[in-house]
């Protein structure tokens, strides 16, 4: 079962191991992390995807409510949910079709150089998923993603 929570924490070092230790600690697996500073404040927020037993995941949130650095958990059944992926492609490639493809999810080409192209998109991971798929007939040279973002509705 995906997990998915949000975690404001206080920025400052260290944070970050405390809280991957606490999941690797009950082998619980992180599938996806995100962290970003909050702007205009001390605080970053952390976007933890997870899937596993929902008895340790219950633990889990237990323990990190009572981490000094936390500031606030929360978990909801309701987050908008997005992931950007980047993707190169070689220039041979017709980039209209590429175009055209990358706008399908909410996407563009980002770049064009002597050699390459490079694609952004940003839609819900299961359609990332999807186009990660559907591009490989243009064989891309290399696929980055960023990783789940979550903001509750």
């Known amino acids: 079962m995906k997990r998915i929570i949000s975690v404001i924490v206080e920025n400052e070092h260290g944070v970050l191991a405390r809280i991957v230790n606490m999941f690797a600690g009950r082998g619980y697996n992180i599938t996806s992390l995100t962290v970003a500073p909050i702007p205009n404040s001390e605080f ?3 976007t933890i995807v ?4 929902p008895k340790v995941f219950e633990q889990i949130v237990k ?9 606030k958990v929360i978990e909801s059944d309701d ?8 993707v190169k492609f070689p220039i041979e490639n017709h980039l209209a079709d590429i ?3 990358a706008r399908c999810y909410n996407g563009s080409i980002s770049n064009v150089g002597e050699k390459h192209v490079i694609v952004s998109v940003v839609d819900r991971p299961v359609r990332i998923d999807n186009f990660l798929k559907a591009i490989k007939r243009f064989k891309p040279i290399e696929i980055v993603r960023s990783g789940a973002s979550v903001i509750e509705r």
């Open 79 to 86: 987050f908008i949910e997005k992931e950007m992926a980047m």
């Open 50 to 53: 997870s899937e596993g037993d």
């Open 44 to 46: 970053s927020r952390m």
């Open 99 to 101: 175009d055209a493809l």
């Open 63 to 71: 323990q990190l409510h009572k981490l000094i650095p936390v500031y």
